[in-house]
């Protein structure tokens, strides 16, 4: 009888902690985001149209979030992809050094935005070289294509993740074989070796998505109060602490969920066993 | 001779590529160190003055956030082992769907996350007292739960059930073979978890932000952001940022060199 009890009293306190401080959380969230502007603190009044505002007034925040996003993930493939290729097949010398330099981002994308903000602003390493191409410091640093940059940054070692490991198991042997049976270099990496791994570039992107439209400190510290790009993340903060509007900011909140749970399914799926 | 010359020009190329992609890697936090080692004014050009300005206001954060960081690491390894243990020791129906609830929050972004939780603190008033130092551990302990439970559940996988069984045959009790058979050998893989953990509760900042409002406690990277909002481009806060960022990578380096990279393939590094 004990026996038949272990396992439910190991798995026990590990569901009581998801359970208490994630699906309550949640499930509060998700009430208070039906509800009006601060209502749930008083006598809640229900509504949909936080639901309706979240498209109609703030679609543009979301097509920014989602387009940036999916820019910095691009670009990360396309960087990542070569790094990964090279990392799993020729790097012998240094690989550890490299594996831990990637550990750098991790560390959050703070850092990276205040060491983009010295390298750009007046006075820094890169100030000369702006002038010279006639820009000013301010406009290149809170610009869309600085903020992607940073972004792309941030969750570049995520993407090269995941196309190591789908790239791990393609074996070497086949593209030997292509090689000896005359393909070039460049038919063997585009008729084997890109279709092999096309799993792990669509999980490197998805994954780097999710990470990218859920950034805080990057999309706020550059240029988070120009309209043309505000990003979800800094709304919802700044509709729940400052316009006090929770209703509101939990029906962004939920939103965002949604899309980040759709893609990281995806991700999974298409990543068959990397862990994250 | 040909065929030799060329390998090794291809050779070259993809070093100087993957340098090329690290030191851009490597950019922001190097140029935020040369900041805070920077002496504008004449001629030493190198001084540690950033730093000596920090210590007394900067310190006792960074101590809050290692206290917060080694508190939720405690909580987490004594979740997620009897949890791993049970996930992968015994047979379970719903295998899939207890694993599914537990590593959920992992897929949410922080933002929400963050929201989800001060509304709870606010609202339910069990949770009132969590408006604290204790706050910050539940929520830490609990978003970063998913990395510790994937470590352990890899860590156990990897040990061959046998020397478990033979314990048994050699009479050892359930509770002895755990402690000194099962625990000593999948010791190194829990310590990818810790590690994780421990660098990610440490630098977490968006939760953090949301939190400090309500509990009056600045952990280390909001006090870093509240200074940039702040005061902007100063020696002191690149000091401040370059603090975190070295004794992150610090913890990284003596975990690397007294463990190696083998337990963290695959969750981070390739």
């Known amino acids: 009888m004990a026996r038949k009890f272990a396992k439910y009293v190991m798995i026990a306190p590990a569901l009581a902690l998801a359970v208490l401080f994630f699906f309550v959380p949640a499930a509060l969230l998700f009430m208070v985001s039906v509800t009006e502007k601060g209502s749930f603190f008083y006598t809640p009044i229900l509504t949909t149209i936080n639901y309706v505002e979240s498209v109609t007034i703030y679609g543009f925040d979301f ?12 670009l990360d493939v396309l960087f990542a992809y070569p790094f990964a290729y ?28 205040f060491g983009l903000w010295y390298l750009f602003l007046p006075g820094g390493p890169m100030a000369f070289i702006l002038r010279g191409m ?32 789908a790239l791990s198991q393609v074996d070497p042997v086949v593209e030997e074989a292509a090689m000896s049976l005359g ?32 950034a805080f400190a990057i999309p706020i510290l550059m240029g988070g109060a120009i309209v043309g790009q505000r990003v979800l993340s800094v709304q919802i903060r700044s509709i729940a602490l400052l316009m006090m509007d929770y209703g509101l900011a939990a029906a962004l909140a939920v939103t965002l969920v949604v899309i980040a749970v759709a893609t990281s399914y995806v991700s999974i799926r298409a990543s068959k066993g990397a862990l994250m | 001779m040909r065929y030799e010359a060329r390998e090794r020009l291809f050779t070259a190329a993809a070093y100087l590529y993957v340098v090329a992609c690290c030191i851009v890697m490597l950019l922001p936090f190097g140029v ?3 900041r805070s080692i920077a002496f504008t004014e004449g ?15 900067f310190w006792p954060r960074v101590g809050i956030s290692v206290n917060i960081g080694i508190a939720t690491v405690i909580v987490d390894v004594l979740v997620a082992v009897p949890a791993a243990f049970a996930l992968t020791r015994y047979t379970w129906k719903a295998r899939r769907v207890i694993y599914l ?48 439970l994937m470590s352990c559940i890899v860590a156990f996988r990897q040990l061959d059930p046998s020397y478990e069984e033979a314990a048994n045959c050699l ?65 002191f806060i690149a000091a401040e940022a370059s603090v975190l960022q070295i004794v992150s990578f610090a913890a990284c380096l003596i975990y690397l060199r007294v463990v190696g990279t083998r337990y963290l393939r695959g969750t981070i590094l390739i």
């Open chain 1, 63 to 74: 097509r920014n979030t989602l387009t940036m996003a999916a820019g910095a993930a691009f």
């Open chain 1, 86 to 113: 090279l990392m799993t097949r020729k790097i012998r010398r240094f690989a550890d050094v490299f594996r831990s330099i990637l550990l750098f981002p991790l560390f959050g994308e703070l850092y990276i935005a």
């Open chain 1, 134 to 165: 006639g820009l000013s410091a301010f406009e290149a640093l809170y610009s869309v294509p600085s903020a992607v940059a940073a972004l792309a940054i941030f969750t570049f070692p995520f993407a090269v993740l995941q196309i190591g490991v």
């Open chain 1, 183 to 214: 393909a070039g270099p460049i038919e063997t990496l585009f008729r084997i070796v890109i279709p092999l791994s096309g799993s792990g570039i669509l999980s490197g992107w998805l994954m780097s998505f999710g990470w990218n439209i859920g």
């Open chain 2, 32 to 34: 935020t160190f040369l």
């Open chain 2, 43 to 57: 001629f030493p050009f190198v001084s540690i003055e950033s730093y000596t300005n920090i210590v007394g206001h």
């Open chain 2, 101 to 148: 609830i537990l590593t959920a929050v992992w897929y949410i972004p922080g933002i929400s996350y963050a929201l989800a939780l001060i509304l709870a603190y606010y609202l339910i008033f069990i949770y009132r007292p969590l408006l604290g130092f204790w706050g910050y551990v539940a929520a830490y302990s609990c978003g970063f739960f998913p990395i510790m």
């Open chain 2, 171 to 235: 009479g050892a009790g359930r509770l002895r073979t755990f402690l000194s058979v099962t625990l000593p050998l999948i010791g190194p893989g829990v310590t990818a978890g810790i590690l994780l953990t421990f660098v990610l509760s440490f630098n977490e900042f968006v939760t953090a932000l949301l939190l400090s409002g309500p509990t009056r406690i600045l952990t280390a990277p909001v006090k870093v952001f509240d200074d940039i909002q702040h005061a902007g481009m100063h020696g």
